[in-house]
């Protein structure tokens, strides 16, 4: 630091300002620190500022060990957002939703002296080695599930099931069939609630659910069964990678989509716009809520005795071509096949 403010004109203290982002430090003069920082190649050594400053300047991450697109996209915001604010990030996977590996997730990041953690993972079940490491650091949770000291950002899952399920009914659907997430996923609980619950309101039948683990692979081996059952019209899938499965076993089958079935699922990752047909679906801002789960542990960090609180965050329903009126541009009616077969649902 002595160099780099040899190089730049400057004191030391204004250059561990400069570095910290203060305020009292004029464009002009944070310009020339950070050239000299790029001239000396200096970096900042972590542990030394932790000793100095007693605060390790890092988020802690609870996520689950997969390659669902939402895990990752929210991972992603939380980065950019810890990075903006200063912060390093410290991820710890967990192989499975037991509540002993989220315990062992959550000892981990205690032992870097992380200050907060977020929970990007379903709290299904909480225990009292959880409750005293989340009263210990302050945490925030993800997807709607807290213990007594959390903070939570979640998307509201009943109001993405009544939009999804909404939209078919509205297009004149008579019912509306549905392939839920894993019966352990809180969400997917929220989203069949919601589904039922539309259905239940408009008056129509609810069909037996069927129930998927969240891969593409488990919405093809539903959207075979879906595809015999010669009644079904109009599906809500629990995810769009599920979606993606059941347009493929339906087109395989010869029901076409949306001619023969309407299709909505939620998330509206990247591929959705890209299947044919594209995808309607609910999105979910999951880099968005990575970035309102930072603020939300900023400000609990630098206030700990501050109450929980849940921030909500809206889902919006995407209207892309997988989903039509009934009867309309020759279609079948419901209850009907077409016979014709249609490209793959491939992205």
Request: hydrophobic share 40%; net charge negative.
């Amino acid at each position: 630091m002595a160099d780099v403010a040899r190089v730049a004109g400057v004191s030391a203290q204004t250059v561990s300002r400069a570095l910290a982002g203060h305020p009292n430090v004029t464009p002009s003069t944070r310009a020339k620190v950070m050239a000299a920082v790029e001239e000396l190649g200096y970096r900042r050594n972590n542990a030394a500022r932790m000793l100095s400053s007693g605060r390790s300047r890092t988020i802690g991450v609870v996520t689950l060990q997969t390659n669902f697109y939402s895990r990752a996209a929210v991972t992603s915001g939380i980065e950019n957002a810890a990075r903006d604010a200063g912060y390093a990030v410290s991820t710890a996977t967990t192989a499975s939703l037991d509540t002993s590996a989220i315990e062992g997730a959550l000892s981990r990041l205690a032992d870097q002296d992380v200050e907060g953690i977020i929970l990007s993972v379903p709290l299904i079940h909480t225990s009292e080695r959880i409750e005293q490491l989340t009263r210990a650091t302050p945490t925030i949770t993800i997807d709607g599930s807290r213990t007594a000291a959390t903070d939570v950002v979640a998307v509201d899952q009943f109001m993405v099931a009544k939009l999804a399920t909404q939209h078919l009914l509205d297009l004149g659907h008579e019912t509306v069939w549905h392939v839920s997430g894993p019966r352990e996923w809180l969400e997917a609980a929220r989203r069949r609630e919601g589904w039922q619950a539309a259905l239940e309101t408009a008056g129509r039948s609810v069909p037996p659910p069927l129930e998927g683990d969240w891969s593409p692979g488990s919405g093809y081996r539903n959207g075979l069964v879906l595809a015999h059952i010669p009644d079904v019209t109009a599906v809500f899938v629990a995810s769009d990678e599920m979606a993606f499965g059941v347009v493929r076993a339906l087109h395989e089958a010869g029901r076409r989509v949306p001619e023969d079935v309407s299709v909505v699922g939620v998330d509206d990752i990247e591929l959705a716009e890209y299947c044919s047909p594209s995808l309607t679906t609910v999105a979910q801002p999951f880099e968005q809520m990575g970035a309102l789960a930072v603020a939300g542990l900023l400000r609990h960090i630098a206030d700990p005795d501050c109450a929980p609180d849940t921030v909500p965050v809206e889902p919006k329903l995407v209207v892309r071509a997988s989903t039509r009126p009934v009867g309309t541009n020759g279609d079948t009616a419901p209850g009907t096949q077409s016979g014709t077969s249609a490209a793959s649902a491939r992205p």
